[in-house]
């Protein structure tokens, strides 16, 4: 099971800026370890979901560096509202993690 | 090495089992996942990207700011921003030129999102990087060089 992803959310006027660190290795396929190529493991889509409605998709591809950080800014956003972020890798491994707007 | 059924599930099914999952209804709790699209990751020029992405013609716009450091010491962490500040903004995209495959990320808002995205990703050497942005259906880009002073390739 992934570990969980820490996300951050202020206020910053009527925009609430998100910040999220996921935990992934995000191997890239073309590295090698000992003449083996390491298969490519790394997330490929990312939702932003904000009190349940998505704000954000993302696609992303293996050039996203490990632990990917991501920041990204909901608009009509307050405090105490529910901030949720998703991954899915390309083996299918999904995980959601959740925060409040401080 | 003892194979369990969500293994198989996953080696065995791929994409095709989890859309017959998602169609089932088992992934109800993300519907508006966007769908990971191949062809744009594996474009090695810029030319060749536009193109897997059906865009025709871009617009060099200096509305678009690309936020980043000009020498990226390690190029395995190398910090992009990109904000627009075009009216619409419907998505924007990080691609490095000389990365093995040239699009890094792809960001996709709705009308409650401002376009202000900031990630990490790994330059492989020093190159230009394109932040490609559709506003109100059109095209634009900018770039900025960034210099990375070591690979991010494990080489």
């Known amino acids: ?102 | 090495m003892k194979v369990e059924r969500r293994d198989v599930l996953k080696v065995g099914g791929g994409a095709a089992v989890y859309s017959a999952l998602a169609s089932m209804g088992f992934f109800a709790a993300n519907p508006a996942m966007a769908s990971w699209n191949k062809d744009w990751f594996a474009t090695k020029s810029i030319a060749d990207t536009l193109k897997a992405m059906g865009v025709g013609s871009t617009t060099e716009s200096s509305e678009i700011n690309i936020t980043s450091p000009d020498i990226a010491e390690n190029g395995a962490v190398v910090p992009v921003g990109v904000a627009s500040n075009l009216p619409q903004t419907q998505m924007v995209a990080v691609m490095v030129e000389k990365n093995p495959s040239m699009m890094a990320g792809l960001f996709e808002f709705t009308d409650n999102a401002v376009p202000d995205v900031s990630m990490r990703v790994k330059m492989g050497q020093s190159s230009d990087v394109y932040a490609l942005v559709k506003a109100d259906g059109k095209f634009y880009m900018a770039k900025k060089e960034i210099k990375v002073t070591l690979g991010g390739c494990g080489g």
């Not at chain 1, 800026?17 to 490929?44: C, Q, Y």
């Not at chain 1, 956003?77 to 299918?92: E, H, I, R």
Request: hydrophobic share 40%.
């Open chain 1, 1 to 102: 099971m992934a570990r969980p992803m820490r996300i951050r959310a202020r206020m910053a006027g009527d925009i609430a800026d998100v910040r999220v660190l996921m935990a992934h290795e995000m191997e890239t396929g073309t590295r090698k370890v000992n003449g083996k190529a390491v298969p490519a493991w790394f997330i490929s889509e990312v939702t932003a979901q904000h009190n349940g409605k998505t704000v954000m998709t993302a696609q992303w591809g293996p050039a996203v560096s490990k632990n990917p950080y991501m920041q990204f800014k909901v608009k009509g956003a307050k405090a105490g509202d529910k901030v949720a972020v998703t991954w899915k890798d390309n083996k299918g491994e999904t995980r959601t993690d959740e925060a409040a707007i401080a």
